[in-house]
């Protein structure tokens, strides 16, 4: 087997005193890095989508308040307007506080330390994600996906397509098919990038396929990443997600939500008082090519918890009810963000 640690995709990295990301809106075309020593680009990068995913944008953050410290800024003005790029993903609250919290204790160096380690972190989790989830997985599966929950969404193999990898380098999986993800098509563009890369088998399909395809019985598990899950386990993830839920459920196909600990957010009870961020209607009306037409634009929906099959997280495998189990895992969430 090849090493489990390796991913051949770096979509943030530090490297003395210099932040590069790519610039996730050009892939597929063009492979290009942005570098900067300046924590105000990496709150753009993160609010127009050059850096995305809910872990990435955590780690992004967290190395954006590193930067902020050496500029000799006030590290909290950074860190509230770092927070506000993006309301949805809870992973970007929780590396701020980490990062903020280090700082404050000690040195301005301590606010990179904790950013790599939340880095590394992610890596490790990502990896035993992919164990546990492959797990779950009948061999020559055929698995759905939407949106992008890899390598480019956590710098480690990532969450749900980490299964995915995982899965294909143990079994193989028979297919992927991958939603495109209207309106940004990060499944169509960065999904299918990195499913090419890793050799895995895979057919991107419209969003408004999938529904069809399960239907037939053409897919045994629906594979997502998670944005922010409640206490009571309702999942907010890219919009589409829940359609998908409602399809899996009405064919008795199982749904997993792959998130890491930090992606739970037991101050949230339900998936009613998530904020849904709503973005540019020009992203939907710009789809026409025609003209600008009115367009509504939220950017994730909420899955409620009764139609999740399961989560998988790093520190186990948590079974319907979720909120039963998120509650048992308090202890270790806190443990973990301490
Ligand atoms: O708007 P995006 O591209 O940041 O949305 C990403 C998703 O919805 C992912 O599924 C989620 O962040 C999990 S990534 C491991």
Redesign the pocket.
């Known amino acids: 087997l090849p090493n489990e640690t390796h991913t051949d995709i770096t979509p943030i990295a530090w490297d003395d005193g210099v932040l590069r990301f790519i610039d996730q809106t050009l892939l597929p075309r063009e492979l290009r890095y942005v570098e900067t020593r300046d924590w105000r680009d990496v709150a753009a990068g993160i609010e127009r989508?050059a850096v995305?995913?809910?872990?990435?944008?955590g780690i992004a953050a967290a190395y954006a308040l590193a930067l902020a410290a050496r500029q000799g800024e006030p590290v909290d003005v950074a860190a509230s307007v770092l927070a506000a790029t993006?309301p949805t993903?809870v992973n970007l609250r929780w590396a701020l506080d980490r990062a903020l919290e280090a700082g404050r204790a000690r040195r301005a160096e301590a606010v990179l330390a904790e950013a790599r380690r939340i880095h590394d972190q992610q890596m490790a989790d990502d990896r035993r994600m992919g164990e546990l989830g492959a797990a779950l997985l009948p061999s020559g599966a055929t698995v759905l996906t939407?949106?992008?929950?890899?390598a480019l969404?956590?710098g480690g193999i990532?969450?749900?397509l980490g299964v995915i990898k995982t899965a294909h380098r143990q079994g193989p999986l028979e297919l992927v098919l991958v939603d495109e993800t209207r309106p940004?098509l990060?499944g169509a563009r960065l999904t299918a990038w990195e499913l090419e890369r890793a050799g895995v088998p895979f057919q991107v399909i419209v969003d408004g396929a999938a529904a069809g395809l399960i239907a037939r019985g053409d897919v045994h598990a629906v594979l997502?990443?998670?944005?922010r899950i409640a206490a009571n386990g309702d999942t907010a993830?890219?919009v589409g997600t829940y359609p998908l839920a409602l399809a899996a459920r009405a064919h008795g196909v199982p749904l997993y939500v792959v998130?890491p600990l930090s992606?739970i957010d037991r101050t949230t009870p339900d998936g009613a008082a998530i904020p849904i961020e709503h973005r540019d209607p020009s992203e939907v009306s710009a789809i026409t090519g025609v003209r600008d037409v009115p367009a509504l634009n939220p950017?994730?929906d909420v899955t409620p918890n009764g139609l999740i099959s399961a989560i998988v997280t790093e520190r186990g495998v948590l079974r319907r009810p979720c909120s039963a189990a998120i509650a048992r895992l308090g202890a270790a969430a806190q443990a973990v963000a301490s």
């Open positions: 989508l995305r995913g809910a872990p990435l944008i993006r993903a939407h949106c992008n929950a890899g969404a956590t990532g969450t749900a940004l990060q997502v990443g998670a944005d993830n890219k998130a992606t950017a994730f």
